[in-house]
């Protein structure tokens, strides 16, 4: 798990943002910008998209600070609100399945799963990771919304069960029942032993 930064935890950071302070509230978020970006794009394969759905969080996230009471790291709670900027993008467009993509989108997405796949891998085991990796995107694309949140908070972001909880607003009961449904959902695919490497 990425360790938070002393900044964010610094709790007189942020109280000052909760009461109002813009520059603390920047200051708060600055270490966790690139990491967010990143997580947006693991969920859309779009950069200016995945910019768009950043900014929306942050402006999300600064209208309902003092709501955020610490039971989760900060980034957690970022990438709920996330999360949900994303299934309301998902709502009003409907999802376009990779072979209905055109040849620059593809491309885009080919390229931002490349980067995924380490350098000091042989070629073929390259190829064959960033296959797997992409069978895992359109297997985790067919889960529920409730499904696709915990499966990328517990493995994407690399939170406990109670972090995802707290970011949720749900029980830690209810987390569980949820991942394991949708492991169950992605045990029922074909070829899930790829897909469940890729996770683990």
């Not at 891998?121 to 919304?145: K, M, N, V």
Request: glycine share 4%.
């Amino acid at each position: 798990m990425f360790a938070e930064t002393q900044a964010a935890h610094t709790p007189d950071l942020l109280s000052r943002a909760q009461g109002g302070d813009c520059d603390a509230f920047c200051s708060l978020c600055r270490p966790f910008e690139a990491r967010l970006v990143r997580q947006a794009m693991a969920l859309c394969s779009d950069s200016a998209l995945a910019e768009d759905l950043a900014q929306e969080t942050l402006v999300e996230a600064w209208k309902c600070l003092r709501r955020y009471n610490g039971r989760c790291h900060f980034f957690t709670w970022l990438c709920a609100i996330l999360l949900n900027r994303h299934r309301n993008v998902r709502r009003q467009k409907r999802p376009v399945p990779f072979s209905a993509l055109s040849h620059h989108e593809y491309d885009g997405a080919s390229a931002l799963l490349t980067r995924l796949v380490e350098p000091t891998l042989a070629p073929d085991l390259s190829a064959a990771r960033a296959e797997r990796d992409l069978l895992l995107q359109r297997s985790i694309e067919t889960l529920p919304a409730k499904h696709r949140e915990v499966i990328h908070l517990r493995f994407f972001v690399d939170d406990s069960l109670e972090g995802i909880a707290a970011a949720l607003n749900c029980s830690v009961g209810t987390v569980k029942s949820r991942l394991f449904n949708a492991l169950e959902k992605l045990r029922a695919l074909q070829n899930f032993e790829d897909v469940q490497s890729s996770l683990l």
